[in-house]
């Protein structure tokens, strides 16, 4: 899907879905702060110079943003709220958690908090419903480690059941931090909610380590990833440079989006390759190019995403624990260096590094922090204000209210014609020519 | 100031100056880049909808986007460039020059470039016009270091005898790294070049480390600093927490923009008080409500900001080396409360922390040492293609050319009604009494 | 007192106290490891061939070998071990506590185990006797924190409330990490328990951040305070190279002993000047070497430990709050040097840095993780085989068991004829003139 | 080899090489330092009662101490220094080789100094003389970096080809930087020096990452190695505790020692499982253990050093790189544990980490930092004073000279028997049952 068309998706996408949707009925007067959104506000989606031409302000598409409202719809003396966090681990899914129980208990007065046990399986009878009380104690140093404290796991289960399961421990309000799949899981608990015609509120905060959902800025835990991911690639450039015919290979997350590799290879500047899902590449045109470079400079740095050239790899399998199979591009780009090489004759000490899980298990960076807490103020005023059915992100730098069906329709994705891929060409100065959408190669 | 006043006259001074102010004459076919910026794209300062009310996109006040330009106005093969950083340290300085010198080699093949040596004194003659060098191989590894391998200098030097060194060293394009006031310096250096008719772009990357420079986002190395002040928080609440009557009060930079106070502050969400230039302080208010805290918690954190508090302290002197005198609010603040809590009787435990200059002399964090490229790239491209006397920020996602004038024309400042300083009051909980501004109190 | 002194006086200390005392009685086979310690092995206090010329090894002065034993004195079941930490706060005292907590339980089975809160106070009755039981999953994560979960406070207590406490809550083993005052208030409780016929072992794991208890090598937590000093070395020494007249001026604990300043200005080899109490400072000789240095270099860089140069300052106070006044050294060296500049005409840029509490409240480094979990093995083991009255140390890379009165009898200090002084002095290229002991001046 | 053979081999191969082999002839007087070794002074290999029983001092073995010595062998301003570095990275190389520079410069006045580059070769005609000077200046910042400036590779060269580049280039002294078997390439070059009867020392300093050269305490490095490691570490628990069935799985280095895997497992005191080569490993029994482990607890951490397990693995193969083929026994376990779980119908959710490049390419840490600067100075002193064919080295708390032949007979290894081992049996709680000598478990 090309840039436009995804663009024309979401509006078209936002026309067809309620706007961070509101409960109906009771309002409670929220009389502790000085500050709130006034109600009529709004953030554009989109202020391109041509976009805005012939238009007036009051019909552009735009978010409702976030923060306290003066009027809030439930009370909270009385309610008890739930979080869940679901999905592969992220850094600050901890300091969303703390900054959840600390809004709800120092800002609103909520005392109840109950966190589900490893993702939505604690919300299924079956699996027991495995809570414990969240506290200010309990949540104290979490935001020092990473991981999670309530535990993860993949895949969504049945919403009748879980439905059945916040009816009987009286939810009132249940966020889920979790990736586009229990977003999904979640506009399904919702519409549960709203077939039973309870008020209960469903609001999520997401979690993608690759960046790729979209309208929520950088995701949170990515600055803290690609950080991480640096010094990889800082150890691979150490290791070809020391060496005679040294190359780098470092092989980063990213199944369908080369943020990580992006960053993490501008942030050094010091790659000679950056191959990404978005980009096509052709390995046969890239093979004798990085012989080329490693004999004129001595050394080269080769930086992959994951999800780059799928099409050299055959049909992805997965093993028993879910972990990607040796099949990953990384693995098969050595294997060709490597071939390639020794068949040209030529001196390589190839060091291939793959990170994996270590760059996604660290605690938040001191931004991300900041921007974890941030969001979870986001979600628990919009909570309590009565939204459901609807994500926190940011837009514009702004705080907005994002519905689910939006957040999920697309992904974020480096535009191969936007600035982001631009830097990284100018920083890496790789030819267009093995890295061209495949539609122009056959063109050309 | 207040922010509206503020906003007036940026779109006021926006008026009177040119907007990236192109150089005439001579243009040159930029051939190695398949991605280029519209001529005619614009970035908008401001898309609220009341603003947007009303008029069509036209005739919005807007920036020029960064980025490369088909049509080159130097030819790389016949230029000089020079290079100099002048101001107080700031995380990411070498990352800007690095980024610069492999962006005009890599890129466009430019050879000859030099560093002015200790600011603007390397460009004077008296000083000895103390240059060096620089190459892709002299910059290799200087990202890696905190710092500016150019040396720095505070003030400014007389923009003739400035002038008189770029013509005798042949230097076509200047790239100024520094703060307002070397901002200031480098519009007087491109008025006088342009009084004299000569072809000398100007361009400047924006430094400050309170990030309170409009126009540019978070100022590069902002986030690296408030990260390493966060430190110094986490060490304060750890002292704290860990004795009888333990109180932490920690004092970060920020002489009139308390950003690095606030976000610190939310970083690690532990603080009790964050005290900052925007919003007055009653310390008569202050210190009763902090024993009680400490007396009902046991232990409390407090965040001041340096230039926090200043109606409580004498005019401010400096001494012969330019540091700030004692006369800094904290320890004006740490005096107080002791002699509070000695008065009442209340043991106390206090941990006076000041990082000063260690959180300025750090090498960048990745994202900033991406930030920092992508803003050298802009500069790159913004002299390359003949524009002068701007800087180079971010608005709204977008890398943007800002004329000088209007650089330098505010500051930015946390704003106390807006989203920072009310998710700060949120996660503190500290109360508005004692923290309103004065005129509010006033009337109060 | 000389060198010769120190170690005379440390024999014939050894000769009058108990070798890590055991207790009358009871004792236990223990059946779950396969390695133990032979009851005649011993480490020796010094091998020099002048001191074993002569001497059998029958009668040489010895550590009894750290480590578990075949049989035990009490028994896991039925005993109830109490932990507490006193004094300033270093890195690593949570991973002491842990590593007590994870031996005692997983190792020997121990089940009860309690924190006295805040130090010696939360074993007196007065105080109330604050305590809080410690589980393997409460000290789960606490090793990634600094500071210390069971509080601390200065000063010693009645060792008869104490003996109280431990008799009324049943403790038979009390853990005390701490400085040498608190193994002298350890060694006066060991005392009343023996007084009073009591079965109690008193066990200490020596704390001192500067690094000068005798007999342990270095202390747990100084690798990480030093490593994390050497920060602001390099901040300073970037300051001072960054800027004309550039002088970076450090202040680093250590009130009686040097080591944090040697090894933090070894570690980054840039010191110009290392000045520590071990060895007389002459300041009217230093400042126009100082001078000179920076004429020739363009900077220099000062280190200077708190307890260095104490004669030039007034016999020293302390606030309220018990924190170091303003008398320190280097601040009274930042104005001696500034006024000296000054007077000479001299262009100065002074930074001053002094980390303070940052450097002892940091989680400690993996080196000293794994030294604090090895001398809680060591500790426990010593108490489970019925060892009192002394602390754990290690002796020639062995754990060893160093009675109390040896540890407090001498001061650890760096030996201005030894071979770290050396190292220092060959790296700083510092004269000896200005910093010989003053006797050696006088004699001159 | 077991423990006590090992002991014994040590002490014969002593008796047949020279100690510190000194170079014949000219003695210059060393002026400028006033503190020196005794020539007479010894560090004894051994001290424990039994081994001193019935000798007097006069006849121990023992090392020659480290350090400047009055008269020295070479005029520092007439001679030429080569410094070389061999084999793999390893954090803290650049520390050696600025400390080296520093110390013949600043304290000896050596002016001369070349790099060789890329190891052994850079001393070859063949391969071109590849040399560099090495300054102040040059060195200035290296430590701040992780690899070797000058380059490396692995394998010998022949040592009269190295002795005509010595000659040709006129060097007197040579550093070599490397592991043993660069160790064993520089005897052969000292023996070839020694047989044409030049005056050419041969001094080195070495380097394993693996901890596993004797007589040198931990070897450089070694610290900041396990350090790193430690974060996968962190990184495995972290996902085994945030899923059901989670398993983590590290991978470290550590071909023939398992110190790496120890230590860094000691560091979080986290690990269920530390398999080393040192102590076979039976892994079907091992299998049904860790089930019952993840049944019981719901999760386990398995840290196995990549030398571990040869037994059950092909014999092994190196492709083109020289890289380790994946035979590695991580690889095979983490295979063999998936079919396991998958066999008993046990959910598992394995991650597997292996930092492999990561933790060898980093910058050293301040303790390395210290130590590597220390042996460079002590190199220095042995090689000014004419010594060669030795290894610098630490012996009981005192740097010593370790004759080459006896710095390689040997190779340091975790010893099952002795307390480190212990440790981590005590700390992983695992049972000696798989993991114990192949021949006790013949026996039992």
Not at 101 to 129: C, D, K, P, W
């Amino acid at each position: 899907m090309s840039a436009m068309d995804a663009a024309d998706l979401r509006i078209r996408t936002l026309g067809e879905c309620r706007i961070s949707s509101p409960l109906r009925g009771l309002v409670t007067r929220h009389g502790t702060t000085e500050h709130y959104v006034d109600e009529t506000d709004r953030v554009l989606f989109d202020d391109t110079v041509a976009m805005l031409a012939g238009r007036n302000g009051g019909d552009l598409p735009s978010f409702e943003p976030g923060g306290p409202r003066r009027h809030i719809y439930f009370d909270p003396s009385k309610i008890r709220v739930g979080i869940v966090t679901c999905g592969g681990l992220c850094p600050g899914l901890n300091d969303v958690i703390r900054g959840l129980v600390l809004e709800l208990t120092s800002h609103y007065g909520v005392s109840r908090i109950v966190g589900f046990r490893n993702g939505y399986r604690g919300l299924v009878a079956r699996h027991g419903h495995d809570v414990e009380e969240l506290t200010p104690a309990r949540v104290q140093h979490i935001n020092e480690h990473g991981g999670t404290v309530l535990g993860t796991s993949r895949g969504n289960q049945d919403p009748a059941e879980i439905v059945d399961c916040l009816d009987q421990l009286g939810i009132n309000i249940l966020f889920v931090i979790g990736g586009d799949g229990s977003m999904r899981g979640a506009q399904r608990i919702a519409r549960e909610i709203a077939d039973r015609d309870r008020r209960i509120a469903v609001v999520g905060v997401p979690k993608t380590i690759d960046n790729d959902i979209p309208w929520i800025g950088h995701s949170f835990g990515f600055q803290t990833a690609f950080g991480k991911a640096t010094e990889s690639i800082r150890a691979a450039h150490t290791e070809a440079t020391a060496q005679p015919g040294g190359v780098g290979l470092v092989q980063l997350m990213g199944r369908h989006s080369g943020f990580i590799a992006c960053y993490a290879a501008l942030a050094t500047n010091d790659a000679d390759y950056v191959l990404i899902p978005e980009v096509p590449v052709d390995v046969d045109a890239f093979l004798p190019h990085l012989r080329r470079r490693v004999r004129e400079r001595g050394h080269a740095l080769v930086v992959v995403a994951e999800g780059a050239g799928q099409n050299y790899l055959p049909a992805e399998g997965t093993d028993a624990s879910g972990n990607r199979s040796l099949g990953d591009f990384g693995i098969y780009l050595r294997r060709r260096i490597l071939d390639d090489f020794t068949a040209a004759g030529t001196e390589i000490n190839l060091k291939y590094i793959d990170p994996s899980y270590v760059i996604r298990s660290v605690p938040a960076n001191p931004y991300d922090s900041v921007y974890c807490l941030r969001l979870a103020q986001a979600a628990v005023h919009a909570a309590m204000a009565g939204r459901t059915e609807l994500v926190v992100g940011t837009w514009r730098n702004r705080f907005v209210h994002v519905p689910i069906p939006l957040a999920v329709a697309t992904r974020n994705q480096v535009d191969p014609d936007g600035d982001l891929w631009m830097s990284v060409r100018e920083a890496t100065g790789q030819p267009a020519s093995f890295t061209t959408p495949a539609t122009d190669r056959a063109a050309a």
